[in-house]
């Protein structure tokens, strides 16, 4: 247990941590200019970034206080549509940007929005990360993808009540 919990703390602060490393690299290593679709894009990954820091960081208090659910899940809940429409209306920005103004005044908002579309699958949907052992090995035998840890504990929200819904509506 105490490695997984150190595994959680450390995901949750390299979630942080990339922020300012992926914007350093962007914006003072590599020539992007700080135009409209850059930023929108950066902004997206920097969002998906710190609702998976912030997972992790509650994940890690689940385990510690020995909760049946990590904390916030309703949050998660309510980002997880908001965070689709973001994409939506940001990959629009990112991608006009890049229509009228290609080259480093928009490559780096399109990859970054492409990150963010990639990260909020990888949390919300399908863990596409697999960066352990076991999950290399469950992935090689099983020849699929499965679901994420938040989606995994977002289902198990919603059927525990949680979901501010009583049981009677929930059946019907």
Request: hydrophobic share 50%; no cysteine.
């Amino acid at each position: 247990m105490r490695a997984v919990l150190q595994r959680m703390r450390t995901l949750a602060i390299l979630e942080f941590l990339n922020i300012g490393i992926l914007g350093w690299a962007a914006f003072v290593a590599l020539p992007a200019r700080p135009e409209v679709g850059n930023l929108v894009g950066f902004a997206l990954t920097a969002l998906l970034l710190v609702e998976g820091g912030s997972y992790w960081a509650l994940k890690a208090h689940q385990l510690t206080s020995r909760q049946r659910l990590p904390r916030g899940l309703g949050v998660f809940r309510v980002l997880r549509p908001v965070n689709v429409v973001a994409l939506g209306v940001g990959g629009v920005i990112v991608w006009y940007a890049a229509a009228t103004s290609p080259g480093w005044g928009s490559i780096p908002g399109v990859v970054f929005w492409l990150l963010a579309l990639l990260e909020h699958v990888n949390y919300f949907t399908w863990q596409l990360m697999h960066d352990t052992r076991v999950d290399l090995s469950r992935l090689l035998r099983t020849r699929r993808l499965h679901p994420s840890h938040l989606a995994v504990d977002l289902k198990r929200h919603s059927g525990n009540g949680s979901s501010g819904r009583s049981a009677s509506a929930r059946a019907s």
